[in-house]
T-cell receptor, first 109, second 115 residues
Framework: GIQVEQSPPDLILQEGANSTLRCNFS?????LQWFHQNPWGQLINLFY???GTKQNGRLSATTVATERYSLLYISSSQTTDSGVYFC???????????FGSGTRLSIRP | EAGVAQSPRYKIIEKRQSVAFWCNPI?????LYWYQQILGQGPKLLIQ????????DSQLPKDRFSAERLKGVDSTLKIQPAKLEDSAVYLC?????????????FGPGTRLLVL
């Protein structure tokens, strides 16, 4: 099956710093989503981005489908950005997605 | 609008006991998902319903896990008998439709500890 790898596994930054999270996938996909899981376990969808670039406030994401990777950028980090960021991909006509193992981000005040 | 509701939030049982989790999706959402998230890992899809029919249950351990979605709304996930390795967070999600572009909305999860 398709493999989803995220890097780095852990990232510790000071408030105000910028960060780049990477997601590599092993096969063509028609569905790629980024999620944030806060320290209380709640999963929130950030982006649906099978290709191209999207921005939402301090967050932006880029997917280069031909090279099988996606990047999530977080600018001017805040402590509320802490948590685990997951990339999830799908490759069928259905909505099934496969999650990577996540990047744990800790923002220090 | 109300989000995805799950209960209970926490459950502690002994191995070989049975347990059931309940999920109420967002109103009008046709697709409902159950995921298992083991500590330190990403969520893994156990079963996906479209209305009250099963779309995908390829990763559901059918010898001990069962799920149903009567009337195409609420859903229950049952484990019988539980094993130590079933300790995890069980997440329910729903989406409006079943296509690849659908945003999945997640509930708060049920944290299960099997002793």
């Amino acid at each position: 099956g398709i493999q989803v790898e995220q890097s780095p596994p852990d990232l510790i930054l000071q408030e105000g710093a910028n960060s780049t999270l990477r997601c590599n996938f092993s096969d063509s996909v028609n569905n790629l989503q980024w999620f944030h899981q806060n320290p209380w376990g709640q999963l929130i969808n950030l982006f649906y981005i099978p290709s191209g670039t999207k921005q939402n406030g301090r967050l932006s994401a880029t997917t280069v489908a031909t090279e099988r990777y996606s990047l999530l950028y977080i600018s001017s980090s805040q402590t509320t950005d802490s948590g685990v960021y997951f990339c999830a991909v799908g490759y069928s006509s259905a909505s099934k997605i496969i999650f990577g193992s996540g990047t744990r981000l800790s923002i220090r005040p | 609008e109300a989000g995805v509701a799950q209960s209970p939030r926490y459950k502690i049982i002994e191995k070989r006991q049975s347990v059931a989790f309940w999920c109420n999706p967002i109103s009008g959402h046709a697709t409902l998902y159950w995921y298992q998230q083991i500590l330190g890992q990403g969520p893994k899809l156990l079963i996906q319903f479209q209305n009250n029919g099963v779309v995908d249950d390829s990763q559901l351990p059918k010898d001990r896990f069962s799920a149903e979605r009567l009337k195409g709304v609420d859903s229950t996930l049952k484990i019988q008998p539980a094993k130590l390795e079933d300790s995890a967070v069980y997440l329910c999600a729903s989406s409006l439709g079943g296509g690849p572009q659908e945003t999945q909305y997640f509930g708060p999860g049920t944290r299960l500890l099997v002793l």
